[in-house]
């Protein structure tokens, strides 16, 4: 079947779009979104398109801009553009470059979608990206729900081209002359999806040509077993789980005995209140044991044990959200943010720097379990490059750090010392030197 049969096939089964709906096109002028644009406006669809300079590239992102401005106006759609000043962005919030682009373009298209009456915002992920995100959740540790791939329509948001690989797009566009730019990032193997693009997958192709077939069959197959459990958590969630007052409290001894009890607390506590696979394994350690008093996190909620109950409840403002990270820790939440901790050696190390988004630790140095939590008064640490105390209070006072910011600052510490005011600066005494051979680096990232 060719592509633009496809293509409105592929819509009409999964109920993405109508023939009334006014559609918002993301195009960035890659080769995914520029097809997009040919397929939309081939099969008669109402669209507009949306181009994001994140100014990242330089002479690079202009010549995106233009090549998506004239293939707009040589199609007959109206185009908006909008430049970002995305490092400014990253400085004022703290937020990775990925991140702070993602959060930009989505609330820009949410404001195009609103004051120009779309209907839907589309955006060009394929099938390659959805098996892509498959094995970025499978390493960094995942349930079923990550192995699910990128989902073909969220709120507004739909993917009209998730039924349709790299190749085949790449083929339609050299077949039909459309024009495109290649973005010179993708061939950068510092981020995790280029290493998966260009070197795990391409030596898996080569045992299997037919990989991405074959994936995206399984995708599916494991997208219809998350929504017969989904259907199933809400009915045992209907007999397990009372609220009262904003407060949830799970029986754990409501949920059926034949089922398998961790996998139900799971899901229970995952997709309701964003709850970490590590942190519910945890979790259910403490039920097993009968262990109170100590409280679990997720971005928005604590969670604790109470009586063979677990009762899940909004993080109090004077939380100190105390939580422990232990040696095999990939993730922790600390207020708006989330910690990724890699364990690598001092040789993949090229700068002894210390970005304030990412902590570069002498690992030999640290005592497990390592400690998050507020900073409160009274703590005190090293900075980088300093040889004295200094009080963490003081420091933000230095920095200018604002009342509220100052309420949401984390600090790492192992052994009763503070080993990292959290996106601000390591200690001196934990950095990096001629005599470090491993290395914890945490990248904290906002959510």
Not at 128 to 147: A, C, H, K, M, P
Not at 271 to 283: E, H, M, N, P, R
Not at 295 to 324: H, K, L, N, Q, W
Request: aromatic share 8%.
């Amino acid at each position: 079947m060719a592509l633009p049969e496809a293509f409105e096939q592929y819509i009409k089964e999964n109920g993405l779009l109508t023939p009334d709906d006014r559609v918002l096109l993301t195009v960035s002028g890659g080769v995914d979104s520029m097809v997009m644009l040919a397929l939309f406006t081939q099969c008669g669809y109402r669209v507009g398109v949306a181009h994001c300079n994140f100014q990242l590239r330089g002479a690079e992102s202009d010549e995106d801009e233009a090549l998506v401005a004239a293939e707009a106006a040589r199609r007959g759609v109206e185009c908006y553009n909008r430049r970002f000043d995305t490092l400014a962005e990253m400085e004022r919030t703290g937020e990775s470059m990925e991140m702070a682009a993602r959060r930009l373009r989505y609330e820009w298209f949410e404001q195009l979608r609103r004051e120009h009456g779309y209907t839907a915002v589309a955006v060009a992920h394929h099938a390659d990206d959805s098996v892509e995100t498959f094995f970025i959740n499978l390493l960094r540790g995942t349930g079923l729900r990550g192995l699910t791939g990128i989902s073909q329509q969220i709120g507004r948001i739909v993917r009209p081209l998730t039924f349709a690989s790299r190749k085949e797009i790449l083929e339609y566009a050299v077949a039909h002359k459309i024009p495109y730019r290649e973005d010179s990032s993708n061939r950068s193997t510092k981020y995790l999806r280029n290493k998966i693009r260009l070197g795990l997958i391409p030596r898996i192709r080569e045992i299997n040509p037919r990989f991405t077939a074959l994936m995206r069959r399984n995708i599916g197959r494991l997208t219809e077993a998350q929504r017969f459990i989904d259907h199933g958590i809400e009915r045992i969630r209907r007999e397990a789980v009372s609220s009262e007052g904003g407060i949830d409290t799970i029986r754990p001894d409501r949920i059926d005995p034949a089922f398998p009890r961790g996998f139900v607390i799971y899901e229970l506590l995952s997709s309701a209140y964003g709850f970490k696979g590590d942190v519910i394994d945890a979790l259910c350690r403490a039920l097993d044991q009968e262990a109170t008093g100590r409280r679990f996190y997720s971005r928005e909620r604590t969670a604790y044990v109470d009586r063979g109950t677990i009762v899940v409840a909004p993080i109090a403002d004077d939380d100190p959200c105390t939580c422990e990270v232990g040696p095999d820790a990939v993730r922790s939440y600390c207020g708006n943010a989330v910690l990724y901790y890699e364990r690598t050696d001092i040789d993949t190390i090229k700068d002894f720097g210390v970005p304030e988004q990412i902590a570069q630790i002498d690992a030999d140095k640290l005592q497990y379990p390592l400690t998050l939590r507020r900073w409160q008064e009274g703590d005190w640490f090293v900075p980088f490059g300093m040889t004295g105390r200094k009080k963490v209070s003081d420091y933000l006072t230095d920095a200018k750090v604002s009342a509220a910011e100052k309420q949401r600052q984390f600090v790492l510490l192992s052994g009763g010392e503070i080993v990292w005011l959290v996106g601000r600066r390591i200690d001196d005494r934990y950095r990096l030197t001629d005599q470090t051979e491993n290395v914890l680096r945490i990248t904290k990232e906002i959510v």
